[in-house]
């Protein structure tokens, strides 16, 4: 292998490629696309909302609904490029975001849904609509993880060891029924 593949493999992008995003559930990927796409509709009204109806002496809850908009704006555009197809650039935005791994697009949705909560506290305009964009990205976070390993190959990364090779064993035998294991008379 030359310095130059070396360099290549260190310097690809991890989880970018579309084999690492076929082990995600289909419901998994409709549940974040739907919950994405209603959430950030449901975000920009109540953002709206918010900025109409400030609190009284909490002038930080229109900053808070101008960005709640403004994220939800930028998660239909993510999500569901189709309500924006009047402006032009749109598709592209939304293919370089789809391409991205989803623990990127998770990181992006929560950055995104975090500041009104810290702005205007006590408004429950900005709990709903901020929250559903932060669920967003906490079901894109899920899905960046992966699939739960096996019980063998979880108890031998307990165990100090690595993943046990060949087929996976039976997974009904417990610790306290394993012969090897030293039980106390």
């Given at each position: 292998m030359s310095l130059a593949d070396k360099i290549s493999m260190l310097m690809?992008?991890?989880?970018?490629?579309?084999?690492?995003?076929d082990d995600v559930p289909w419901w998994m990927r409709y549940a974040g696309r739907g919950l994405?796409?209603?959430?950030?509709?449901?975000?920009?009204?109540?953002?709206?909302?918010?900025?109409?109806?400030?609190?009284?002496?909490?002038?930080?809850?229109?900053?808070?609904?101008?960005?709640?908009?403004?994220?939800?704006?930028?998660?239909?555009?993510?999500?569901?490029?189709?309500?924006?197809?009047?402006?032009?650039?749109?598709?592209?935005?939304?293919?370089?975001?789809?391409?991205?791994?989803?623990?990127?697009?998770?990181?992006?949705?929560?950055?995104?849904?975090?500041?009104?909560?810290?702005?205007?506290?006590?408004?429950?305009?900005t709990f709903l609509g901020s929250g559903l964009i932060f669920a967003t990205g906490v079901v894109y976070g899920m899905m960046g993880v992966g699939k739960k390993g096996s019980r063998d190959d979880m108890a031998a990364m307990a165990a100090g060891g690595s993943t046990p090779p060949g087929p996976p064993q039976d997974s009904t035998v417990t610790l306290m029924e394993d012969p090897d294991v030293w039980r106390p008379n």
């Open positions: 690809a992008r991890p989880g970018g490629d579309n084999a690492a995003k994405g796409t209603v959430g950030s509709a449901i975000a920009i009204f109540l953002g709206l909302l918010n900025c109409i109806t400030i609190l009284p002496f909490n002038v930080l809850c229109i900053p808070a609904g101008v960005w709640q908009m403004l994220a939800g704006f930028i998660v239909m555009v993510c999500e569901a490029p189709c309500c924006c197809f009047f402006i032009d650039y749109i598709q592209v935005l939304s293919d370089k975001v789809e391409s991205r791994p989803y623990w990127q697009k998770g990181a992006l949705y929560i950055g995104l849904a975090l500041p009104p909560f810290f702005l205007c506290l006590l408004s429950v305009s």
